[in-house]
């Protein structure tokens, strides 16, 4: 099934002349312009299942909640936007095919893990730290601290996490110590096969985190069931080998000075792989 067939992004042309037009110049980041258009990204033209792939800082997370905001599907977690997010998708453009569904939305990681933890936190009887170090997070984003001596030390880290980090991140970070680990990828799965339903349009930011490999292939052949047999449409932004091989799927690689499509034995990091199991090949025997 495809709901949304087509999306345009601003050419780099037409960046320049909206930031030309900027009255103030007191802001730190312009972001997400000049971040897609550096790569020559002007448009995505998808399938039932479309991969955006790339490593840290090629776009592909960027390009995704670009996408989300711009067609207003659901999400949970709130996206750290920048002064000029909306500004700029005001000048992306879509088409689909069939009207987008009201069930669809973006899956972060940040949605799964707050999905993971908050289980982990009632099997756990630690809610009420949880609950403390929200208030905490707060608390260390919206004061003014200053360090005083090497006394302040520790909270002057959390003061930093705090306003570089999103909620979820801060509470992971502090709390995951007390949050044991084995049973993540069983709940991380079932968060997916929770959410995703029949005839809905879903955005997945790199699904593969907190999934095991043998998870991770349990999701592969879910995601492409659905999108097979029951009416999803897919796009996803991912570096996973199990993903990048669903059947079927169109792949931009994000790494490309200019965004190209590629089958995925064709992108670099699988290639990698290849080359790295072909030359220990005689110790699988």
Not at 66 to 79: C, G, L, M, N, P
Not at 223 to 249: M, N, V, W, Y
Request: one cysteine or more.
């Amino acid at each position: 099934m495809i709901y949304l067939s087509h999306f345009s992004f601003p050419d780099i042309e037409q960046e320049y002349s909206f930031l030309m037009n900027i009255k103030r110049t007191c802001y730190d980041t312009v972001y997400p312009f000049l971040t897609l258009s550096k790569h020559g990204l002007r448009m995505l033209d998808f399938e039932p299942i479309t991969i955006l792939y790339g490593g840290n800082g090629s776009g592909k997370t960027t390009a995704l909640n670009v996408v989300a905001e711009t067609i207003k599907i659901k999400r949970e977690s709130v996206y750290n936007r920048s002064n000029f997010f909306e500004d700029y998708t005001v000048m992306c453009s879509f088409e689909t095919q069939i009207p987008i569904p009201d069930l669809s939305r973006i899956i972060t990681s940040d949605d799964v893990f707050d999905f993971v933890l908050n289980l982990r936190c009632l099997n756990d009887g630690i809610d009420n730290k949880r609950e403390a170090l929200f208030e905490e997070y707060l608390e260390n984003k919206y004061s003014r601290f200053q360090m005083r001596s090497l006394d302040d030390y520790e909270r002057l880290k959390k003061s930093y996490m705090a306003h570089t980090k999103t909620q979820s991140k801060y509470v992971r970070n502090n709390l995951m110590d007390n949050v044991r680990e084995h049973s993540n990828g069983e709940s991380a799965f079932l968060y997916f096969s929770q959410k995703i339903q029949e005839n809905g349009l879903y955005l997945l930011d790199e699904p593969e985190n907190s999934l095991s490999p043998v998870k991770q292939q349990e999701l592969q052949k879910f995601l492409e069931d659905s999108a097979r047999f029951f009416g999803c449409q897919f796009i996803i932004s991912t570096h996973s080998p199990f993903l990048l091989s669903l059947k079927g799927a169109k792949i931009y690689d994000m790494d490309e000075e200019t965004v190209d499509v590629k089958r995925w034995t064709e992108l670099p990091g699988i290639r990698l792989y290849f080359d790295f199991f072909k030359k220990h090949e005689g110790e699988f025997l």
